[in-house]
């Protein structure tokens, strides 16, 4: 029996996607190890979302090469499909796989081992034009080793073309999975346990619109009423398709989570506008507001960029006074990273590095106030904590977990009475640390 061993870099839908191959392999006879072990395959989910990421790529490569330099090194993923000539001439690959492949991984292991010996090898390659496949790649997760959050993915690809990013050209156009498909998968983690599912993809937002409009209310609804699921969460969603049906529809279901995290990027119109982004400062305002009017104190959450090309003084200062308008929940800061093959990567004005790291420094500040403030606001308040992990924190054992807001809350629960995976009512008392609340049950 061989051993594979698989590490995912990047997102979520590379995570989910490691795991369908995971489980492929595991089905085809094969025995999964960890990645430092010695294995006699190693596979790598790999990510090109910036430069920086392709490097790492490679190096993850090279570091599975290097634990077993008899092994067979596969390299699958985003960075495949923008960097090919790079993978097609490293002699520590043997084993290219793009993206809308990764489900044939158990074959394609199989062709490359009848047509290789240990006296004689040659690389193989299964990379598919991403520009032209649209084919959604249907891999369904029979298992799940996370018993109280999965997640699931419901679509891949993107037509935006924003001008800082690559991964339409790596991912392809908008590819929307059958409604059956992940009401089958989610229904079959319900019966594994399985308390919260979060729908994932490279654009959300933009499910069902290649079949001719969005489909995510409608999908929202179905899996409302699956049993055994108690709460639904959304990863990043775009500004646009929050409207005021949109809203009121998710306001209806009473699993959806109030936990919205909304792609921003910048508040300044002028950088928006350079980066091909599809709004206003104004319009994003309006779209929060829209929330805010349906649920009581919603999470709100949300990317940002400093130093994109061109960003003046003036315009990073824009973007801290919208971030304090809006009064997000939390911020993801990113600081702008030169991508190859990218409208942004030739445009003028870059900043340098020791800008960017200010910028971000300031805005990752406000951020954690605003998360502590966010926080605060919900002090005494009744909720639901669905528990995920025992922790020691400062002497102190804690059931940790989180509330649909995804508020970190914390039992105090030293003699073990509370289990993992298990809704507990009760109120949220002082913020520990910035980094989670005290939750004090009902039944102390």
């Known amino acids: 029996m061989k051993t594979v061993a698989l590490r995912s870099l990047g997102c979520k839908v590379n995570a989910y996607e490691t795991e369908g191959m ?60 923008t960097g090919y000539e790079n993978l097609a001439a490293d002699p520590a690959i043997d084993i290219i796989v793009g993206n809308n492949e990764k489900k044939n991984i158990a074959q394609i292991l199989e062709e490359y081992f009848e047509q290789n010996t240990a006296e004689s090898s040659s690389k193989i390659s299964h990379v598919p034009d991403m520009m032209s496949d649209l084919e959604y790649e249907e891999m369904h997760i029979g298992a799940y080793s996370d018993k109280t959050r999965g997640f699931v993915k419901i679509q891949d690809g993107c037509n935006r073309f924003c001008t800082y990013c690559v991964i339409p050209y790596a991912r392809g156009r908008v590819r929307s999975r059958l409604r059956e498909d992940v009401i089958k998968e989610v229904c079959g983690m319900a019966g594994d ?40 969460r959304l990863s990043s969603l775009e500004p ?27 508040g300044s119109l002028g950088v928006l506008k350079r980066m091909n982004r ?66 942004a990567a030739v445009m003028p ?36 904590l669905l528990t995920e992990e025992t922790k020691t924190i400062e002497g102190e054992t804690y059931l ?7 508020i970190c809350a914390g039992i105090k629960d030293p003699e073990g009475k509370y289990s993992e995976n298990t809704m507990v009512t009760g109120t949220l008392g002082e913020a520990v640390n910035g980094e989670f609340m005290q939750f004090i049950p009902d039944d102390i």
Do not use: W
């Open 400 to 406: 940790l977990g989180h509330i649909p807001e995804y």
């Open 278 to 343: 599809h709004y206003t400062p104004d319009e994003f305002y309006d779209k929060v507001s829209l929330l805010r009017k349906i649920y009581d104190k919603p999470a709100i959450t949300t990317d940002v960029i400093v130093g994109f090309p061109g960003e003046t003084e003036g315009e990073f200062e824009e973007t801290r006074a919208f971030i304090e308008r809006v009064g997000f929940f939390e911020l993801h800061v990113f600081k702008y990273s030169r991508r190859d093959g990218t409208k």
């Open 22 to 81: 995971q489980q492929i392999l595991s089905q085809n006879g094969y025995f999964i190890v960890p990645f430092d072990t010695c294995a006699d395959i190693y596979i790598v989910n790999t990510c090109s979302v910036t430069n920086i990421a392709d490097h790492k790529s490679r190096q993850m490569l090279h570091r599975a090469k290097h634990l077993n330099p008899k092994a067979v090194v596969v390299a699958c993923g985003c960075y495949v499909q």
């Open 240 to 266: 646009g398709i929050i409207t005021e049906e949109f809203a009121e529809g998710i306001g209806n279901l009473s699993k959806v989570c109030p936990h919205f995290h909304l792609s921003m990027q910048s």
């Open 349 to 384: 004005g870059q900043i340098p590095e020791r800008e960017k790291a200010r910028r971000s420094d300031e805005l990752i500040s406000l951020g954690n106030q605003l998360s502590l403030e966010y926080m605060n606001a919900h002090k005494g308040k009744k909720v639901r």
């Open 193 to 232: 346990g399985c308390k919260e599912v979060v729908l994932t993809g490279i654009h959300v937002s933009s499910y069902g619109t290649d079949r001719g409009e969005s489909e995510l209310l409608t999908l929202l609804k179905e899996l409302q009423a699956i049993e055994g699921i108690e709460r639904i």
